[in-house]
Nanobody, 121 residues
């Protein structure tokens, strides 16, 4: 079984920074895309940032210039460096990835349990 665990969330003041981590473990042959999503109370889950296996990245307009996504393929770990945080960044942040158990098998979609980020004075 493949598991994904997020960490690094917490309470931070506006303008502050947090670094989130997403660690995948289990019978992983390879990981394709890795993404960070977030969901605020009463809102739909939205894509924050995505990083491909080769390191290409995409960001939501709302976080461009403030957030940076990265991955360490050797550790099956993804990071989200969040700077200049705003109250509207408050949400549960989820790790998402696609992996496969062996070459030629279908990609399997996995979600982490989420980590809460609260930006408030």
């Amino acid at each position: 079984q493949v598991q994904v665990v997020e960490s690094g969330g917490g309470l931070v003041q506006p303008g502050g920074s947090l670094r989130l981590s997403c660690a995948a473990s289990g019978s992983i042959f390879s990981i394709n895309v890795m993404s960070w999503y977030r969901q605020a109370a009463g809102k739909e889950r939205e894509l924050v940032a995505t990083i491909g296996s080769g390191g290409s990245t995409n960001y939501a307009d709302s976080v461009k210039g403030r957030f940076t996504i990265a991955r360490d393929n050797a550790k099956n770990t993804m990071y989200l460096q969040m700077n200049s945080l705003k109250p509207e960044d408050t949400a549960v942040y989820y790790c998402y990835l696609e992996h496969r158990y062996s070459y030629g098998t279908s990609w399997v979609k996995i979600w982490g349990q989420g980590t809460l980020v609260t930006v408030s004075s």
